[in-house]
């Protein structure tokens, strides 16, 4: 009887051993488990974050690399505007009375009779002109530096295609337009003249009187070349009034 109860007492304990030890084994178990967890968790959190800060480098870097980019074609734009205009420089601007339209002439294409340049630099120095029943606006152009973009073409036919450069005069009074003549420059040279007439008679005399304002311009950007005022003063004759009443009549 004693035999059995040992038994029974020595089987108690060794069952409480088995239950302990498998106990203890499933928490290490369950716990290294939230260890590995968590430590793959941090890593991922630490390469994520590593993940993120190359990205934003990446694209500082992608972003800056952009500006400077657009800073240099903006430049570069700028730097080839800046040498077309150089490029072509107007000598003088004169306003005439005539201009000598005979190509047999020694003068050919020279304002003659009269004229007057206006090519000062100071706004307080104003030319005054009376010339009636109308005048011409004389320019001389050199374009010896100028670029006639030349095109080669890669055909054994190739042809030289020039591009001229194309320019504006336009003539204001009063600030309001009178005229506006544009012209092509196909050659280099250090004279490249053009003219305009203005035909007065079409105007009421009051309204001619005061500034005018000459403009020669780029039209490629609209680039201003040349700026020059002048003023038209005149006493007027009564035969002249009666005329310019007829015509506008």
């Known amino acids: 009887m004693e035999k059995n109860n040992l038994s029974k007492y020595l089987f108690g304990i060794s069952a409480f051993i088995i239950v302990f030890f498998l106990s203890s084994y499933t928490n290490k178990l369950k716990i290294e488990k939230e260890h590995i967890k968590e430590s793959d968790f941090s890593i991922d ?11 934003k480098s990446d694209l500082e870097i992608n972003d800056t690399e952009l500006l ?3 800073g240099q074609e903006s430049t570069e734009t700028n730097n080839n505007f800046s040498n077309i205009n150089k490029s072509i420089i107007v000598n003088s601007i004169k306003i005439a009375k005539q201009v000598d339209t005979d190509p047999n002439s020694n003068t050919y294409r020279e304002p003659i009779n009269a004229f007057k340049t206006i090519t000062t630099l100071d706004q307080n120095i ?9 005048f011409c606006i004389w320019t001389s152009i050199n374009t010896e530096n100028m670029q006639l973009n030349i095109i080669n073409e890669s055909s054994e036919d190739a042809l030289l295609n020039i591009n001229p450069t194309k320019l504006s005069m336009i003539v204001t009074c009063n600030e309001t337009e009178v005229s506006k003549f544009n012209f092509n420059i196909n050659a280099k040279t250090p004279r490249w003249r053009e003219w305009i007439e203005i035909d007065l008679t079409q105007f009421e005399p009051e ?4 500034s005018w304002n000459i403009k020669i311009i780029n039209n490629k950007n609209n680039y201003i070349l040349e700026d020059r005022s002048f003023s038209f003063d005149k006493i007027w004759e009564i035969d002249e009034l009666r005329q310019t009443a007829e015509i506008i009549d």
């Open 45 to 55: 959190k630490e390469e994520l974050n590593k993940l993120t800060d190359q990205t």
């Open 68 to 70: 400077e980019e657009i």
């Open 126 to 134: 104003i030319k005054d002109i009376d010339y009636y029943p109308s």
């Open 207 to 210: 309204s001619i009187i005061g």
